[in-house]
């Protein structure tokens, strides 16, 4: 028997791009068969649409609403909710798991953190740093920017990634041993980009979020719960946007050809 989890979810609350309620969603993964949920909003230095004005406690308990209207609704129907978020740099996003609304108000120094400076605070209160949709492409970006050092597993499965942005993810954590994770990246209560609805199943139920945090460092309990050729290795494999690969340091370096760092 394996459990069930949704990784990366938005909500209207918080994220300037979500189109559902925290607790629309419960229902729907809870008849899905899912055992829990963890709400993933942008925070204030991404697609955020807490206002900026506010004071930082006011700005935090604001981007909270989502998730613990979700977690009241789940605690009623038996869906576990837990609590993370979405935070962005430059073109790159990164999704935080395993630390709290306390540690947010104690930390209001984050968005001035660099790559480096972001990975080692949240390593050393015990969270986990997960590059998300790594190889995406959109029209708003004009890179790519990997950051295999700068965080502990790779989204190597994102809903509203095409699928050879997916593989290229993959590609490259399978290669490099980096732990990988999936998610429905979803905004919208039964709605991705691929019609999908992906996430993660673990052996055991999850008993808080340090588990999900202990399970994705260690890379094993648990498998990915995505279409079963979704990352299936094609040949010739490339991206369109140019790609720069940052190293322990976090300097870049240009990639001329993708397949040349696989």
Known sequence: ???????????????????????????????????????????????????????????????CKGYEEAK????????QVFFAWECRFEGDEFLVYGLDKEWLLAHPDILE???????????????????????RERDYLDRVDLH????????????????????????????????MTAGSD??????????????????KPLTSIKDYVSYIKTGTGYHLQVPDDLLTLKPDMSNQLPVYLFDQSNREHFITDVNTIM
């Open 113 to 135: 953190w660099d790559h480096i400076t972001h990975y080692k605070k949240i390593k050393e209160a015990g969270g986990l740093v997960v590059q998300a949709h790594p190889f």
């Open 1 to 63: 028997m394996s459990y069930l989890y949704e990784t990366h979810l938005h909500t209207v609350q918080a994220s300037a791009c979500g189109k559902s309620r925290g607790a629309d969603y419960i229902p729907f993964y809870k008849k899905k068969g899912y055992t829990g949920i963890i709400v993933t909003d942008h925070f204030f230095n991404g697609n955020t649409c807490v206002p900026s004005h506010l004071s930082w406690e006011e700005r935090v308990e604001l981007f």
């Open 148 to 179: 295999p050092f700068q965080c502990d597993a790779w989204e190597v499965a994102n809903a509203g990634n095409p699928a050879y942005q997916d593989r290229l993810a993959y590609r490259y954590a399978r290669a490099h041993s980096i732990p």
């Open 72 to 79: 009241a609704e789940g605690d009623k129907l038996g869906l």
């Open 186 to 203: 979803i905004h919208l209560v039964g709605n991705t980009s691929s019609g999908e609805i992906y996430g993660i199943a673990f052996d």
